[in-house]
């Protein structure tokens, strides 16, 4: 993100003069913005305050030729400097000028790349399949538990309202399967119908996974044993049934 020169002098907790010394010396280390032709606005990018965070903390220990150096190797980029630039940096950032799609270690939000609905349900999915194979790598399933169980019945909520075409508001999974089966006439196959009632009967109001305090869940006092290696079998099977069915019906996407 870009920032002024006074949002800059505050976060170095150093005057605007300053900045602007230590802009002046070092100033082929900088981005243009950061040292622009006299009388345009400076404007500071991620890199320029990294430099500026790791020249304010050499100044007093090393020499301008170490401090030059240590610019060239890029050394601000130390773990250090990092975590002092997210402190300072908000969640939410206007799109970068040189964003392109050689970054890779974010994402630019808007209503096309979000909100598109069969695409969002493949990206639950996705994540719920990273979730429940860590949890198995780790050897520690219970300690995945809530996230995974979550996910996959997010996951499967979305595919319902999907093929459902599904507006009313509703979180049950029994209720959506009887819309889906109103809406198309017959009833959704052997297992997958029995697989997302058992899910339904788990969780019929989606909270069972979120909160601890959850009233609404009927498994508490129940026990019942989760093979993680099926239920992923069983959820990818029943995802499949529902992503294929989609896109041979042509349901229309809403939410």
């Keep these: 993100m870009n920032r002024s020169v006074s949002q800059v002098a505050k976060i170095l907790k150093t005057n605007v003069e300053q900045v602007k010394i230590w802009v002046n010396i070092f100033h082929d280390c900088f981005s243009r913005t950061a040292a622009p032709p006299k009388g345009q ?9 990294l430099a500026l965070l790791y020249i304010r ?3 007093e220990a090393r020499d301008l030729e ?3 150096m240590g610019l ?7 773990r250090r400097f990092l975590d002092d630039l997210y402190l300072h940096t908000p969640l939410l950032q206007e799109p970068p000028d040189d964003l392109d799609e050689t970054w890779r270690h974010g994402i630019l939000l808007n209503g096309a790349s979000i909100n598109e609905s069969l695409e969002l349900a493949r990206n639950y999915r996705r ?6 194979d860590l949890a198995l790598k780790e050897a520690s399933p219970f300690a995945w538990a809530c996230p995974v169980l979550f996910t996959y019945r997010h996951t499967l ?9 599904i507006t009313v508001f509703t979180h049950s999974l029994k209720d959506c399967v009887s819309l889906v ?3 198309h006439g017959k009833k959704i196959g052997f297992p997958v119908r029995e697989w ?11 909270t069972a996974f979120r909160y601890s305090n959850d009233h609404i869940g009927t498994f508490k006092g129940a026990e019942y044993w989760v093979d993680f290696v099926q239920f992923k079998f069983a959820m990818e099977k029943t995802f499949d049934v529902i992503d294929f069915a989609i896109l041979e019906r042509g349901a229309r996407e809403t939410i």
């Excluded at 994540?127 to 429940?132: F, K, M, Q, R, T």
């Excluded at 997302?196 to 989606?206: A, F, N, T, W």
């Design 41 to 49: 606005e400076r404007g500071f990018t991620d890199t320029d305050l």
């Design 57 to 59: 903390d050499c100044c």
């Design 196 to 206: 997302i009632l058992e899910l339904d009967k788990l969780d019929p109001g989606s």
């Design 181 to 183: 089966e109103v809406r």
């Design 66 to 68: 170490e401090i030059r």
């Design 157 to 165: 909520e979305l595919y319902l309202k999907i093929i459902g075409e």
């Design 72 to 78: 060239e190797q890029r050394e601000f980029l130390d």
């Design 127 to 132: 994540s719920a399949a990273v979730l429940l």
